[in-house]
């Protein structure tokens, strides 16, 4: 579930250059600081109540792959991307720095595909068995050392392999969005706009060619105001973890945003945003 505050659009969406200094760079602390929430075991939970991705998305992912049918998902968290890549690919190799989140993915459903490989282990640096005709990133890659990382996957991708990163674009109604987005702002401490731009960044320092760029048609997702709330707070900037003691006023306002407009269930359009390509050893 991504959240973007006045209208930011979704991190792998982004076509055109921005400056990345400054605020709009994702610096190792902002990493750091974030990064610890995904080691917490009620967060990894929570990830459940998050919009699943559209199935049209695993079928556009399966024109990605070149031989082998190998499949690294780097920062797999849950296995929302590698717990659907078994109708395609004969291996796929999740792995995930966080103990927390492979253990929630293993008892997911899909989880004990023999074919998925749960890894524990940061991208950068854990042992892999390439070659792969295929590496998928779902919402994760910004969370790396991008200087350690996109060389790697460059020696690692078979011949023709390609870089795909996937972000979800889940759409918010205008009744309640900007209210939601105020509550957010109020409460948590993280600005987002430091995710801004991943992939300019990413081009000017040599570490990417970008070959293209998709959005999936729409999926209709709907859940309880309580679920819905539960999604938020499997989020880096809306956890337990970030917002401490605010955490239990946050979900109290969110729940009266809705109770004064009578909602019990939350429908979302739930699209798939797309970006693939080349990583490149600069």
């Given at each position: 579930?991504?959240?973007?505050p006045?209208?930011?659009?979704?991190?792998?969406?982004?076509?055109?250059?921005?400056s990345?200094?400054?605020?709009?760079?994702?610096?190792?602390?902002?990493?750091r600081?974030?990064?610890?929430?995904?080691?917490?075991?009620?967060?990894?939970?929570?990830?459940?109540?998050?919009?699943?991705?559209?199935?049209?998305?695993?079928?556009?992912?399966?024109?990605?792959?070149?031989?082998?049918?190998?499949?690294?998902?780097?920062?797999?968290?849950?296995?929302?991307?590698?717990?659907?890549?078994g109708?395609?690919?004969?291996?796929?190799?999740?792995?995930?720095?966080?103990?927390?989140?492979?253990?929630?993915?293993?008892?997911?459903?899909?989880?004990?595909?023999?074919?998925?490989?749960?890894?524990?282990?940061?991208?950068?640096?854990?042992?892999?068995?390439?070659?792969?005709?295929?590496?998928?990133?779902?919402?994760?890659?910004?969370?790396?050392?991008?200087?350690v990382?996109?060389?790697?996957?460059?020696?690692?991708?078979?011949?023709?392999?390609?870089?795909?990163?996937?972000?979800d674009?889940?759409?918010?109604?205008p009744?309640?969005?900007?209210d939601?987005?105020?509550?957010?702002?109020?409460?948590?401490?993280?600005?987002?706009?430091?995710?801004?731009?991943?992939?300019?960044?990413?081009?000017r320092?040599?570490?990417?060619?970008?070959?293209?760029?998709?959005?999936?048609?729409v999926?209709?997702?709907?859940?309880?105001?309580?679920?819905?709330?539960?999604?938020?707070?499997?989020?880096?900037?809306?956890?337990?973890?970030?917002?401490?003691?605010?955490?239990?006023?946050?979900?109290?306002?969110?729940?009266?945003?809705?109770?004064?407009?009578?909602?019990?269930?939350?429908?979302?359009?739930?699209?798939?945003?797309?970006?693939?390509?080349?990583?490149?050893?600069?």
């Open positions: 579930m991504a959240v973007r006045r209208g930011q659009s979704p991190r792998v969406g982004r076509r055109r250059a921005r990345s200094r400054g605020r709009h760079r994702v610096t190792a602390e902002v990493r600081a974030l990064a610890s929430v995904w080691t917490d075991r009620e967060a990894a939970s929570l990830y459940r109540y998050r919009a699943p991705y559209p199935p049209v998305l695993f079928e556009a992912l399966r024109r990605f792959v070149v031989p082998p049918p190998v499949v690294l998902d780097a920062g797999c968290g849950t296995g929302a991307l590698s717990r659907h890549l109708a395609f690919a004969s291996r796929i190799d999740a792995i995930d720095p966080s103990a927390a989140m492979i253990e929630e993915g293993r008892r997911l459903s899909g989880g004990d595909d023999p074919r998925i490989r749960w890894i524990v282990g940061a991208a950068e640096s854990a042992p892999l068995d390439p070659p792969y005709g295929l590496i998928t990133c779902g919402k994760s890659l910004h969370w790396m050392d991008h200087d990382v996109m060389p790697r996957f460059a020696d690692v991708l078979a011949p023709g392999g390609r870089l795909v990163v996937v972000d674009d889940v759409g918010y109604p009744l309640w969005k900007k939601l987005i105020a509550i957010i702002e109020r409460h948590s401490p993280v600005n987002p706009s430091a995710f801004k731009d991943l992939f300019g960044d990413l081009q320092r040599g570490l990417f060619e970008r070959h293209g760029f998709l959005r999936t048609t999926a209709p997702f709907e859940q309880s105001v309580e679920d819905f709330i539960r999604a938020l707070q499997s989020t880096s900037s809306l956890s337990r973890v970030t917002l401490g003691e605010r955490t239990d006023a946050f979900a109290a306002d969110v729940r009266a945003l809705f109770a004064r407009l009578g909602i019990t269930r939350i429908a979302l359009p739930v699209a798939a945003m797309v970006v693939w390509g080349r990583p490149l050893r600069p």
